[in-house]
């Protein structure tokens, strides 16, 4: 309750954290969205690629194959015969670098050097047609990929240079590393043929084995890809969701804070109930018998304790809650009081403080009819204190009003009578029954010639209007003497009893009477 409390309450943790985590959430769900998007757009990416790779690769192994193929029958024939044949080959073939016959697992003619002789070791080609080797006698340390026909005895060789190989792999990878793997060997993008573990991908990792030759294509995107992605591909969106995760934070935090401003807190006490009435009796000057009570708002705080009203009726009247706190007072009052009403002295005067904003609303009619009409008939006078210091505007709807409280019974005081600036003719308009003499004369009967003077005019006025006259405030027996030389009906003050709660109201109610 921050417009009255002196000393600053501690931070709550939820208060502050509320619209880190109202921001946070937003982010963080919007992020896993994208996160997954980046994922699955990485996943497609990868396959794709991985295809069109693979597509690529027996494209180019056909080329070969065929070539092999072709030059198969001719194993055998002497190598004489059989090297126009290969050398045509290399020629026409556009992936094809070199050719070979061999017989009986021995290499005996070649497009290159004419008659050879090596051996061939057909454990070498897996699936025994394809061997990815790092190069030959020729071109030591560039990737090759052999490519074997075979038939019983007959043998044909046709070579693909690793560079096509490293070249489609370059250019079809562009964003992401693409690995060519045949058997244990692999081929990088650089070129080089490697026969340890391939490599992992810590992000979309994508395997595509061929169908029609014993070789598959490995890619991938390293790890952290996903949110560099996410940073390229997604920038709007991002921008976006940080706006988002602003907004929501700040709406909570608005939120938050209009939930703890005073009015939501006024709002929020007078629904649990915690403005509760305190009573203080008024005596008859000349017998000291309890003429009647004035009602006076406390409020029971949760935390605070007791709070006295002059910390919270002004801010009630500024944000105009006042009227319905009043009525909920009103209420509380008359179901206070009904069941006690045979101790009250006939004409039981119960004064109620209300405000000139009350005093434009016709309900309040309503609301003092509600209030006698729990007591019975003649036993108690509602009385409606209003400052003299908020002077009524003279609306039809306050004629209206004061007219018709009037006829109900109601009656009229002037609080604070003095420290404002009501004039005959206003105390007149309203028909006013009281003046309450402020307590702040009273306090100075007998020290401050000044007051005294003020005091003596007052009730003088009050005579001559023929107004109902309460001193307030009466402190010391001196005051007490003092006014009722000078016929002052009514007293209200510490001197005769301090504002109680209704059970200590009524025991003393009762022990005067
Ligand atoms: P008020 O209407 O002038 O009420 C009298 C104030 O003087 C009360 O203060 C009361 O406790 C205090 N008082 C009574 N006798 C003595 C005394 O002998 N010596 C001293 N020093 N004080 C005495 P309280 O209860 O704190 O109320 C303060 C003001 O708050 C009231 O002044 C009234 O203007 C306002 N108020 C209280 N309840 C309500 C309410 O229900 N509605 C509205 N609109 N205002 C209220
Ligand atoms: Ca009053
Ligand atoms: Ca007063």
């Given amino acids: 309750m921050p417009f009255f409390s002196t000393t600053p309450r501690p931070a709550r943790p939820l208060r502050l954290i509320a619209p880190w985590l109202a921001a946070a959430l937003p982010l963080l769900a919007g992020l896993g969205i994208l996160y997954w998007q980046a994922e699955r757009d990485l996943a497609a990416s990868a396959h794709d690629t991985a295809e069109q790779a693979l597509a690529q690769f027996e494209l180019m192994l056909d080329n070969v194959a065929d070539s092999a193929n072709a030059l198969l029958p001719l194993a055998g024939q002497p190598c004489a015969d059989a090297t126009l044949a290969l050398r045509e080959q290399v020629t026409r073939r556009p992936f094809v670098r070199s050719t070979n016959l061999a017989l009986d697992d021995h290499l005996y003619c070649s497009s290159l050097f004419g008659e050879f002789s090596e051996p061939i070791n057909p454990g070498d080609y897996v699936g025994g047609h394809l061997w990815l080797m790092d190069g030959n006698p020729v071109t030591p340390g560039q990737a090759l990929l052999v490519y074997r026909a075979f038939n019983d005895e007959q043998t044909a060789l046709a070579t693909l240079d690793g560079y096509h190989l490293a070249n489609a792999l370059r250019m079809i990878g562009r964003e992401q590393s693409v690995l060519l793997k045949v058997g244990d060997n692999w081929l990088s993008p650089d070129g080089l043929v490697h026969d340890d573990t391939l490599p992992t991908f810590g992000v979309a990792p994508t395997q595509l084995a061929s169908q029609r030759y014993p070789l598959s294509v490995s890619t991938g995107y390293p790890a952290g890809e996903t949110w560099r992605w996410i940073a390229s591909q997604y920038a709007p969106l991002l921008g976006l969701l940080v706006l988002l995760a602003v907004a929501a934070g700040t709406l909570c935090h608005w939120l938050l804070k209009r939930a703890q401003s005073p009015r939501a807190e006024l709002a929020r006490a007078l629904e649990a109930n915690e403005f509760i009435p305190y009573y203080q009796p008024v005596v008859r000057s000349l017998t000291g018998r309890w003429s009647g009570a004035e009602v006076l708002m406390r409020w029971q705080h949760p935390r605070e304790g007791l709070v006295r009203p002059d910390l919270f009726i002004p801010f009630a009247e500024h944000s105009g809650q006042i ?191």
């Fill in 323 to 513: 009227v319905a706190m009043t009525r909920h007072l009103m209420h509380q009052v008359a179901e206070d009081l009904r069941p006690h009403a045979e101790h009250f002295d006939d004409d039981f005067h119960l004064g109620i403080n209300i405000t000139a904003e009350h005093c434009q609303d016709l309900a309040l009619l309503d609301d003092c009819r509600d209030f006698l009409q729990g007591f019975p008939p003649g036993r108690v006078t509602l009385v409606l204190e209003l400052t003299e210091r908020e002077l009524i505007r003279p609306t039809p709807v306050t004629h209206q009003l004061f007219a018709a409280l009037h006829n109900l019974g109601v009656m009229i005081a002037i609080d604070d009578f003095g420290t404002g600036h009501s004039s005959l003719a206003y105390l007149r308009e309203f028909k006013v029954d009281y003046l309450k003499i402020d307590q702040s004369f009273v306090a100075t009967i007998g020290k401050d010639a000044l007051s005294g003077h003020i005091v003596d005019s007052i009730i003088e006025l009050s005579g001559k209007l023929g107004l109902g006259i309460v001193a307030e405030g009466v402190e010391e027996p001196v005051q007490r003497d003092y006014l009722t030389e000078r016929r002052v009906e009514f007293l209200q003050g510490y001197l005769f009893g301090k504002p109680l709660p209704l059970d200590e109201f009524i025991d003393a109610l009762r022990a005067t009477s």
